[in-house]
Structures are given as structure tokens and as C-alpha cells.
């Protein structure tokens, strides 16, 4: 046991943080690191942005907090404008990924249940995934490292092999219900699913009355250069679950369905308390208008592209550590040679912070309002971390 009162359920690092600005974190020493991890994807407009900070205190004036008992004028327009946005006519609100995914296997379910089938009620899911650490999310990605001793988990997940359609195809079955896929899986590695794969899906969904399901807690609100990363496959799922970037660091979920899927969450079969509260709704609204004004996307996609192409540079000059690049606008990946953890901790040696994730990646997460010249910067110190790595040359 840590010293630590809290549950020892992560491995933190040695940096407490103090405040943040932009797409810097200072530490409770001073110490200040370039914060390439958004804290995972999550600060999508980086620290202490003035519309977020001015937003949420405006609110903390009026309400915080009234139950969904009454209406929230703020839920009303977050959900008419992500409705406005997207494929989706309903949302419901919650507080995590995790619950926006439990939100959209429920949706699931009820939508088969109330057309009468209700045995339709299996999700096929892909290997290395990630939905969440609730026990039905769990159950979703069927992580050995997230599930062992935790039995027994909810039933009614099926999963295939990443990319191996022939065998999604044996998996369908009188019983299936949906098929549930991250459009690029950020905690499994930064693996992109490719457009014509994510047609492919859509038409299976068609052909077979199943539900398309995309969980995009991660790659939602801008961070891949698309609002929803589904927007590059020219398809569109029937329920969608997003998160992370939503909040812009507040802690905030959603789950989006057509009228069609979201026919059975009919008064109530669902609900949450804090879900969709007025802080949360204020918060989410602001980083709406930030991220869909006139070019913020296309910032996105001009920066992604920039660091893109630094990664692989980067790559060329240090084949022992790193050999590809990975990912979509600003949810980057570098598949690591050495251990992914050691090349993180020289990398916040040299005040450049990134974040782990499967398959032996490190994510460069960068805020979506991050600069070409803050790109630079990040890269000089990685640059700076993998020379250090570098064996010493005879
Ligand atoms: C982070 C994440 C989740 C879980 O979100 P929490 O807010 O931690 O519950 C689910 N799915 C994906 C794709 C994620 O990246």
C-alpha cells in the first residue's frame, strides 16, 4: 500500500499539478511542462480557456444544480445543437464515457425490445477496444487486464478480432443487436478503422437490422479535424456515445441516437442525477461555440496535418525508438520500440507530457487550440528526450 488515502488504481507520476494555461500544465513546484495529453483527449480547448472559465462562473452564480425532475434550458439547446450537427435527433446526458455508453447499449436493447424482438439484445464488439471501466463496459471491450477478478460481468457481448469481417460476419446471429466500434481506437493503440470499413459496417447494420453503435468519447468534438470522426467515412451510425472533449475538462457525457433508435427510451427507462446538470450544460455549450465557429475545424486539420508531419520526421531521426505514426488531426499515435512508459518519463524529464495507451503507443494529444509554434516546441523537447534514449553511437 501507498502512502496515499486514495485507492491505488493508478500509476501517477511524479508531477502534481498546480494550474494550467493553454496548452501549458505547471506543476505545485513550478515546474512547466508542455501538456500534450489534454488529460486524455479532454481538454479540448486547452486550460483555463477565458470562454470555459467565464462560463461556468457565470453560471455558478445562478444554478447549479436542480435534477432533471425540470427542464434545463441549457440541455435543451446543447442537445438541439448537437442534434443540428450531427446524424442525431435525441440526446441524453451524462457525466462520463462510461455512462454514454451504458446510455447507448440500453438504447440498443429497448429499441429491439419495444419492435418486438426482444432477444435481440447481443452487441458484437472488436478486440481492443475501449468503452469504459462500468461493468457492462467492461464486458463491451473484454480487456483481460480491466476484467480479471472482476467477474461475473454482464452478458450479451460478442467479440471479434479487429478488422477481421469475415469473422463479424459468423458472429451475427438471431440475437444480434448492434455492433459497437470506435471510429480510430485511442486507448487500444490510435488504430483507425478505414472509411471503406466503416461503410462496410453500415451496410451489414442495413442488411441484417442492426443497430450501428460508434463510441466516440474519444475521437467526437473536433479532435480528429471532423466535429464526429464518423464524418470521414461519408456514413452514420444510428446511436453514438461521446464525452471526453464535450466538457472541454468539465465532466460531461452524451449519447446521440436517431428518433428511430431512441424510440423505446420512452419516461423512465433511464435517468441519472447530475446528468445533463446546469454547470455541465453551460460548459458544453461554450466549448460549442468555440469549436464550431467558422474555421476552428479547419485550424484542427491544419495543425494535425503540421504535426503529422513532424512526427514523421521525428521517426527518421530516431528509428530505436519510434517506427510509425498513427492517427487522424490532433489524435496522434507513435508506436514505441522501447517500453512506452520509459519513453513517456524521459519525455516529462524534458517537460513534454504525452500518454500511454495499447499496442506499445505513446498519444500526442495537443489542445485542438494548440499553435504550429507550441508544435515546435513540443517536438524540440521530444527531440530533445529520444536523443537522450539514444544508444551512444561507436
Ligand atoms: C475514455 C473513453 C471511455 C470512458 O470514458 P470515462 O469518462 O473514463 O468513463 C469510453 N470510450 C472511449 C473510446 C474512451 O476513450
Known amino acids: ?30 515546474k512547466r ?12 480547448l486547452g486550460h483555463a480557456h477565458p470562454k470555459l472559465v467565464a462560463a461556468l462562473t457565470e453560471q455558478a452564480q445562478k444554478i447549479w444544480h436542480a435534477s432533471n425532475a425540470f427542464v434545463i434550458p441549457g440541455q435543451e439547446r446543447l442537445a ?23 446510455a447507448a447499449i440500453k438504447t440498443a436493447r429497448r429499441y429491439h425490445f419495444v419492435n418486438g424482438h426482444p432477444e435481440k439484445n447481443r452487441l458484437i464488439t472488436f ?28 452478458d450479451g457481448f460478442d467479440q471479434v478480432e479487429f478488422g477481421d469481417l469475415k469473422a463479424l460476419m459468423r458472429a451475427i446471429g438471431p440475437e444480434t443487436a448492434g455492433i ?29 437490422g442492426l443497430l450501428f453503435i460508434l463510441d466516440e468519447v474519444q475521437t467526437g468534438i473536433g479532435r480528429t479535424g471532423k466535429f464526429f470522426a464518423y464524418e470521414w467515412s461519408g456514413v452514420t451510425p444510428d446511436i453514438l456515445a461521446v464525452a471526453k472533449g464535450l466538457g472541454g475538462g468539465f465532466p ?22 447530475f446528468g445533463g446538470n446546469p454547470l455541465a450544460m453551460a460548459v458544453g455549450n461554450a466549448v460549442l461555440d468555440v469549436v464550431l465557429a467558422d474555421g476552428f475545424l479547419d485550424h484542427v486539420q491544419a495543425v494535425g496535418l503540421y504535426l503529422k508531419q513532424k512526427l514523421a520526421g521525428l521517426v527518421d531521426a530516431h528509428r530505436a525508438i519510434v517506427d510509425e505514426v498513427r492517427g487522424e488531426g490532433l489524435l496522434t499515435g507513435l508506436h514505441c520500440l522501447p517500453p512506452n512508459r520509459e519513453v513517456l518519463g524521459v519525455m516529462r524529464e524534458h517537460g513534454i507530457l504525452a500518454v500511454a495507451a495499447g499496442d506499445n503507443v505513446i498519444r500526442i494529444l495537443p489542445p485542438l487550440t494548440v499553435t504550429e509554434a507550441e508544435i515546435d516546441e513540443g517536438l524540440q523537447r521530444m527531440e530533445g528526450a529520444f536523443a537522450a534514449m539514444a544508444p551512444v553511437q561507436a
Not at 501507498?2 to 500544465?25: I, K, N
Not at 470506435?182 to 441484417?208: A, H, N, T
Open 1 to 30: 500500500m501507498s502512502a496515499s488515502a486514495t485507492f491505488d488504481t493508478y500509476a501517477r507520476a511524479p508531477l502534481a499539478v498546480e494550474r494550467g494555461e493553454g496548452a501549458w500544465l505547471i506543476a505545485t513546484d513550478g
Open 33 to 44: 511542462y508542455l501538456d500534450f495529453t489534454s488529460g486524455i483527449a479532454v481538454n479540448a
Open 80 to 102: 438541439q445543437r448537437l442534434a443540428a450537427v450531427s446524424f442525431a435527433d435525441k440526446v441524453f446526458f451524462a457525466n462520463s464515457g462510461a455512462e454514454a455508453m451504458e
Open 127 to 154: 478486440t481492443g477496444s475501449f468503452h469504459g471501466r462500468t461493468l457492462a463496459t467492461l464486458a463491451a471491450a473484454k480487456n483481460p487486464k480491466h476484467t480479471e477478478g472482476f467477474d461475473p460481468l454482464p
Open 180 to 208: 459497437v466500434i470506435e471510429p480510430i481506437q485511442g486507448e487500444g493503440g490510435v488504430r483507425r478503422v478505414p472509411g471503406s470499413v466503416m461503410r462496410e459496417l453500415r451496410r451489414i447494420c442495413d442488411e441484417r
Open 252 to 273: 460531461l457525457g452524451a449519447c446521440l441516437a436517431t428518433a428511430e433508435a431512441a424510440k423505446g427510451m420512452t419516461s423512465f427507462t433511464h435517468g441519472t442525477t
